[in-house]
């Protein structure tokens, strides 16, 4: 085999400014992007190389506060972002898991925190009302990571919730528990007692409704993102603000009570 | 010969001839081979000294027979390297196996080193033949030439080759300390005319946050 010194033909492929693609994925695990004069919002730490000369800023620093103010509505997490701007490309990347982009055109899309990789400012950032969760809103590109390449449903549809990434278009996310198994005899007794282990399965993600859901093949979630506190205020989920009658909130951790669980006779006797 | 044989297992067919290997990364053989630990990195009492003098450690096994040997290390993804007489620097804990021919060494890295969390020195080889260096993920191969000098991020660099300047780059500003940083505190800048080897995820480095 006839090798020049810096990479070869036949070799492996050597990667400059003139072959790495614009916007587009260098491999499954290796997304660029490509600047010129333009912004990026990206996550911190997720920059793996660049060529050319482009800036990292903190969001929330002075000239950039009017991004924040257009595209960035949740300045509650403003300080996990960095602006990248200049011209050139850049390479992203997250701990060797599969990254795509995702075109929205005057979408949304609510993607799990920790999933969401870099946007462009003509999109704007929201916070999801699911904690944990946030939204992405209007028009432009965005690169997310998942553990697995991403499969697209279509709703009705019921997940488990460790594979699920996000969802598109609003079909309407709702917790789903297998009742008819946990009540019955077999699944009653095994609930009751903790004997015989549970199948995992009996807690579902559940969407109905117009829309796109996107899972991972695989359910090994990726680290979580905080995705900053939300106002303590009642009614809104996942702050932990005192709903108006305080008896009821202190059930809501755990699993889900069912009727008739042993439970419950403790909270029936105010125990 | 080195191949690959998927992107996470090399096998070596040998002919009488010897590569140096990572300790333990054997997987399989076929045919008659010898296994034997070369204290030192297989560079004698110099590189014994050196080696722990400098923290790059690094437990080599020389194998020598004739057959194929198939190594991998969990489950990395490997990528071979030609050398044409050129230097390869890279980290002691990415290196797979090297021709026997090659030579290895230590070499002192400064800053950046300090700022990948990987000591302040590398591992070199040097002279004609293949290596296999291990990345979390596929590595992409990126070029440095002098209208193109690169940056990289001090937690997915694994290897560069070549005839290449090395600057470290800080963007540590007062906003740093505010927790308002942009996110890429330390850079390595490559100048020059050679190859770098970037992994798609990063090391947890002391600036990781910053």
């Not at chain 2, 993804?77 to 390869?88: A, H, M, P, S, T």
């Not at chain 2, 804990?93 to 302040?120: K, M």
Request: glycine content about 14%; aromatic content about 8%; hydrophobic content about 35%.
């Amino acid at each position: 085999m006839t090798v020049s010194a810096y990479g070869s033909p036949g070799g492996p492929v050597v990667h400059d400014p003139m072959t790495l693609p614009a916007d587009d994925n260098v491999n499954s695990y290796t997304f660029c992007v490509e600047l010129k004069g333009s912004q990026w919002f990206l996550q911190k730490g997720k920059m793996i190389a660049y060529y050319g000369s482009i800036d990292f800023n903190g969001i929330g620093h002075g000239r950039l506060d009017r991004l924040v103010r257009t595209s960035f509505h949740s300045p509650l997490h403003a300080s996990d972002w960095v602006v990248a701007e200049g011209s050139g490309k850049m390479l992203l990347a997250d701990r060797a898991f599969d990254v795509n982009s995702y075109d929205l055109d005057d979408g949304n899309l609510t993607i799990r925190s920790g999933n969401l990789l870099a946007f462009q400012p003509s999109l704007s950032l929201k916070q999801s009302i699911v904690p944990g969760f946030l939204t992405l809103i209007g028009t432009g590109k965005f690169v997310a990571a998942s553990n697995g390449p991403v499969a697209f449903m279509e709703p009705p549809i019921r997940v488990d919730p460790q594979a699920l990434v996000g969802w598109a278009d609003c079909p309407s996310p709702c917790h789903h528990y297998d009742h008819g198994y946990m009540t019955g005899v077999m699944g009653g007794l095994r609930a009751m007692t903790g004997i015989g282990g549970t199948s995992g399965e009996e807690h579902q993600f559940e969407f109905v409704g117009a829309g796109t859901v996107l899972l991972q093949s695989s359910e090994a979630l990726m680290a979580e993102l905080a995705t900053g506190a939300v106002p303590h205020e009642p009614g809104v989920p996942g702050s932990g603000g005192a709903p108006g009658h305080q008896g009821q909130h202190g059930q809501q951790a755990g699993s889900p009570r069912l009727p008739g669980q042993l439970g419950d006779l403790q909270r029936r006797f105010g125990l | 010969m080195f191949r690959l044989q998927g992107s996470k297992v090399l096998a070596v067919d040998m002919t009488g001839d010897a590569v140096k290997a990572k300790n333990g990364s054997m997987v399989a053989y076929d045919g008659q081979m010898a296994f034997k630990k070369m204290s030192g990195g297989g560079e004698g009492v110099r590189g014994m000294v050196t080696r722990r003098l400098t923290g790059e450690q690094m437990t080599v096994m020389e194998v020598k027979g004739h057959g194929t040997c198939w190594f991998a290390d969990r489950a990395s993804e490997i990528n071979l390297v030609n050398l044409q007489g050129d230097k390869l620097y890279v980290e002691s804990s990415n290196l797979l196996a090297t021709d026997a021919g090659l030579r290895t060494g230590t070499s002192f890295t400064g800053l950046r080193g300090a700022s990948q969390g990987n000591g302040l020195f590398t591992t070199t080889v040097e002279g004609h033949g293949q290596a296999a260096i291990m990345s979390d993920g596929p590595a992409v191969l990126l070029r440095v030439s002098s209208q193109y000098p690169l940056v990289v991020d001090p937690g997915a660099y694994i290897a560069h080759q070549g005839n290449v300047r090395q600057s470290f780059q800080s963007g540590v500003t007062f906003r740093t300390f505010m927790g308002e940083g942009g996110g890429e505190a330390f850079q390595i800048r490559f100048e020059g005319d050679g190859l770098v080897y970037v992994q798609p995820s990063e090391r947890n480095t002391i600036a990781g946050d910053a």
